[in-house]
């Protein structure tokens, strides 16, 4: 069998209260897949269960080791899922609002990258 990409979907997250990376994470995955179909993974690659998919995400965003990866791969629906995640997004400084269980001024964005990958004979 050949591993095949099928698709790449990007995405954005943002995190504006809480400085929440996962919360971040999660956003900028769920923005990659948020407005696709994808027939051709039974009309063209011949799978007969979502699940044979293989979706491999990349997440680049601040403060990487505070990621529950978990919580990120569960935004996802189908498939057999591991995720990357990086240094990287960006901080910008915004407001905090202590009622919004601020810890600092930080908004967190992170940027995602889904790729679905078929086996193909």
Known sequence: MARK????????????HGQEPTVAAK???????????LPGIWEVAGLSNPNEMIVEVQVAVPYPEQVR???VLAVLPFGRKSL????????VQGR???SLNDKNDEMLIAVAAVTVFVDIE
């Not at 790449?8 to 504006?16: A, L, S, T, V």
């Not at 956003?27 to 179909?37: E, G, L, S």
């Not at 990357?84 to 901080?91: A, F, Y």
């Open 5 to 16: 990409r099928f698709i790449i979907e990007m995405g954005m997250g943002i995190d504006q």
């Open 27 to 37: 956003r900028a995955v769920r923005n990659a897949i948020a407005n696709n179909a």
């Open 69 to 71: 990866q978990e919580e």
């Open 84 to 91: 990357n995640v990086e240094k990287g997004g960006m901080v």
């Open 96 to 98: 905090a609002i202590s």
